[in-house]
């Protein structure tokens, strides 16, 4: 079962304009994690963001996590028509695995 | 230095055949864990190894095994391959916990 579910499913945007996507989870985490995936091959690692964390920055990346409300967001700035994939967030679980959600796919237009 | 590698990259098998995919974690990582990923959606955890014992198992069948070398690389085993089974499957280095690397991944597909 997946642990994370991101939203939008599908997100499509103009070149230079800003993308948000967004990831709730259901329990405790230790940390989250931020992937993309370019046409179905391996995942890069974008962003990692521990429980005790509220913001963090990656050029023109920014992820917030609120535990309060068990969600989290990735925002990026300045899109290009490079940043087309498919995004992921992910959760630590007890079994020393990550959780995935299903992703949001993110096509930027040019 | 090379990322994490998997091969082959691409794999057709009947079913009920068995499969083998390897998997050569980057250097100095001992951890490599196993991802299963079907079209349209996320990967699922299969297995987690580090230092040769296994740390993780996912919800899958017994018919899926993995092992981890002392040179850190690792194999995962399918038997009885079902056509379900065809996916994306995918291999993660770590130094710890965290901040996986991931490789390119093997498409399998059965028929």
């Known amino acids: 079962s997946q642990q994370g579910e991101e939203d939008p499913q599908a997100l499509s945007i103009q070149e230079g304009e800003n993308a948000t996507m967004n990831c709730s989870y259901k329990?405790?985490?230790?940390?989250l994690q931020w992937y993309r995936q370019n046409s179905g091959r391996g995942l890069v690692h974008l962003i990692l963001?521990?429980?005790?964390?509220r913001e963090k920055h990656s050029g023109r990346l920014r992820v917030t996590l609120d535990t309060s409300k068990k969600s989290s967001s990735l925002l990026i700035t300045a899109s290009r028509a490079a940043d087309t994939a498919s995004y992921f967030c992910?959760?630590?679980?007890?079994?020393?695995?990550?959780?995935f959600g299903a992703g949001t796919r993110l096509t930027v237009k040019p | 230095d090379a990322g994490v590698t998997q091969s082959p990259t691409h794999l057709i098998k009947t079913r009920g055949q068995h499969v083998t995919l390897r998997c050569s974690p980057i250097?100095?990582?001992?951890?490599v864990s196993w991802y299963q990923q079907v079209l349209g959606q996320g990967p699922q955890f299969i297995f987690q190894?580090?230092?040769?014992?296994?740390?993780g198992r996912g919800n899958f069948p017994d018919r899926f095994s993995a092992r981890q070398f002392p040179n850190y690389s690792s194999e995962l085993n399918v038997n009885a391959l079902l056509l379900g089974d065809s996916a994306l499957y995918l291999c993660?280095?770590?130094?710890?916990?965290?901040?996986?690397?991931f490789g390119s991944g093997t498409r399998l597909t059965v028929v």
């Open positions: 963001i521990r429980s005790n964390e």
């Open positions: 992910a959760t630590d679980w007890y079994n020393n695995d990550m959780r």
């Open positions: 329990t405790s985490i230790n940390n």
């Open positions: 993660a280095s770590s130094v710890s916990r965290g901040g996986y690397t």
């Open positions: 190894y580090y230092e040769k014992e296994e740390r």
């Open positions: 250097s100095g990582h001992k951890s």
